[in-house]
Structure formats: structure tokens, C-alpha cells
């Protein structure tokens, strides 16, 4: 299924920047960044878990946010781009 | 129906600048802020003609970037929230 990642992390100081960084070499790892801070990845169930269990070891709860949206399976009328489309997003996304 | 609208804007310089608070201040009109970039709006069909004909009027397509995810009508099980949950977000997605 398609999710959709987006993400804010509080960059207030060095240590929301190491977060924000760390968030995004997780994402990074599992699908594509069409934004800043929002990853479109393609996971199974088992997958999914494994993703958010990361994600939690990483995250400060208190001031950093995360919303997953699944798009399931068949997601491509699913999506609209409007403007700047990023090289990465030219094929599927990926599943690394 | 739910979207996901998501933006990245160019703000490298002033125009920039202004083009981000515009496109948040339309997106406001529409839904609910969850994250910096990210809204939640309910629209229908011709609501989501009218958003997409207003973004493209502010936007400058070859630098900004806007994707709107449609979740449908039954997203309540589609959206999963880890950390910070921010005070817009406790009700239902806002239709102004």
C-alpha cells in the first residue's frame, strides 16, 4: 500500500536538528521525498510497523509530529501534483 | 471527501515569502493545519476545482511544489498521528 509521511520536527535547537535529519534518513530508506518533509512509501503491514517503530525511537512526542496516510493500493488517481515536480518523483515510488 | 493538501514554497526570496503566507492563508479558508505544510480539508468536487484554480494562481509552478492526497470519505482509519497532535486537530476536519 501507499503512505504518505509527513513530518514536522521542532528545529528550536541541535538536538530537533539531529532528529529532523535522523527522521529523514529513515524515510529516505523506505520510499521517495516529493517534499521537505513528506515521503511517499510503499510498505506492507509488517513493514509499516517496523516504520513506526523507528520513527518512535527517534521522535521527541512532546513537540515533534508525524501523520501517516494510507493511500492503500490503488493510490495513482489518488494524487495530484501541482507545480514543481522533484526528480525523484519522475517513477514509482521506490522501496529501498 | 478528505485531502491531504502538502506545499513546499520557494522562499528564498521576499516574492517567495509571500506566495507561502498566501497559500497557507487559502488553505486556512479551506481545512485544518496539522503540521507546518500539511492541511486536512473536507471538500467536494467542485470545492476541489475551485482550491486547486486559486492555488494555481498564486503559486510560481516551476519553483513551488503542492500535492493533495485524496482520502475519501471513509478516512477516520487512514490517518495515524505519532507525536505532537496540535489543538486544531482535536475535532473533525474544519469546512469554513
Redesign the interface.
Known amino acids: 500500500m501507499l503512505l ?1 509521511v ?3 520536527v521542532d528545529t528550536t535547537n541541535k538536538e530537533g536538528e539531529h532528529r529532523l535529519r535522523k527522521v529523514a534518513q529513515l524515510c529516505e530508506r523506505y520510499g521517495m521525498r ?5 515521503f511517499e512509501v510503499l510498505l506492507d503491514a509488517a513493514q509499516l510497523t517496523t516504520l ?1 517503530c523507528e ?2 525511537k527517534i ?14 493500493n490503488s493510490y495513482k ?10 526528480v525523484l518523483q519522475a517513477g514509482e515510488p521506490l522501496l529501498l
Chains 1, 2 share one sequence.
Open positions: 504518505v509527513t513530518y514536522d516529493v517534499q521537505n518533509s513528506v513506526k520513527l518512535e521522535i521527541e512526542p512532546d513537540v515533534d509530529s508525524i501523520r501517516i496516510y494510507r493511500l492503500g488517481n489518488k494524487i495530484e501534483v501541482m507545480g514543481k515536480t522533484s
